[in-house]
């Protein structure tokens, strides 16, 4: 009899450790997309000051390439869209403390960010540029002569860090416009801009009084760019490449580049001569 009672109380105790064992898995469980799909909604961060990737139209709309890329997602998940806005630290902690599904700012997709993010399908392929003052080229004519120099930018981008290495001093803002970053090199306050060759080229042909260029041939980091995810949240991640590559596919992703880039940029561009530097 003891012996039945034994082996009773170790087959309960078995049934007990599974229950508290799927209980766990349970709460571990990736619930990202389940939970966008139950809310009908993907919360999004951005800038809404990074034209022309987020940025105001005319009539105070919310528009741009991330912006429009990440409206078409949600419209094929058959989800409503909503976005916050925040400078890029700030995206950075809304994803961390979940107050956002995913962050669409024209990232990198470097191996920094990858070790603290999951990082979407590329919708962008570009490089990096330096805007300078038209008169004098702000004195630059090649990467080290950045040394001295006051390059303009937000914190703790590959851009700045790439200056920085090069001894530049930076100078930083907090999710300023872009007339305001070229205002600023116009008038000598800083001396370049650092940042993606597209949105340079889009940002000066759009404010063409403004006496800065971007210094030819100086062109370094082939990139890539996309959406940000956190971390756990595979399941989110998964459904959003799949419609990425469904976009690319389809000629999607080209024709929204085109309408803001006036050029193919889900493609890798076809220049030669861009200097890799390690930013890492």
């Avoid at 049934?15 to 919360?43: F, H, I, P, R, Y």
């Avoid at 702000?138 to 937000?154: F, H, N, R, T, V």
Wanted: glycine share 4%.
């Amino acid at each position: 009899m003891k012996k039945k009672v034994i082996v009773l109380l170790l087959l309960l105790g078995g049934v007990l450790t599974a229950c508290t064992n799927n209980e766990e898995n349970s709460a571990e469980e990736d619930n990202s997309w389940q939970n966008v799909e139950e809310e009908g909604k993907l919360t999004v961060a951005t800038s809404g000051t990074l034209y022309p990737s987020s940025f105001y139209n005319d009539d105070n709309e919310l528009v741009g390439y991330d912006v429009d890329v990440a409206k078409e997602v949600a419209d094929r998940l058959d989800v409503d869209i909503e976005f916050e806005e925040y400078n890029v630290d700030g995206q950075i902690s809304s994803l961390q403390n979940e107050n956002t599904d995913f962050a669409a700012n024209d990232f990198s997709l470097n191996s920094d960010r990858e070790e603290n993010f999951l990082l979407s399908s590329p919708i962008k392929y570009s490089f990096a540029s330096l805007i300078v003052r038209e008169e004098d080229d702000s004195g630059i004519a090649s990467l080290e002569d950045l040394e001295g120099k006051k390059a303009a930018g937000e914190p703790n981008t590959s851009y700045m860090r790439a200056a920085e290495q090069y001894g530049a001093e930076l100078v930083t803002y907090d999710n300023a416009t872009n007339e305001q970053y070229l205002t600023d090199v116009a008038n000598g306050r800083t001396d370049t801009v650092v940042n993606d060759y597209y949105l340079q080229k889009m940002t000066t042909e759009a404010l063409p009084d403004v006496p800065v260029k971007i210094l030819d041939d100086v062109y370094f980091n082939l990139d890539h760019n996309g959406f940000l995810f956190e971390k756990e949240h595979e399941t989110l991640h998964e459904k959003v490449n799949e419609v990425l590559a469904e976009m690319k596919d389809d000629g999607t992703l080209k024709e929204i580049s085109e309408e803001y880039f006036d050029a193919d940029v889900s493609e890798k561009p076809d220049v030669e001569n861009i200097e890799q530097v390690d930013v890492e």
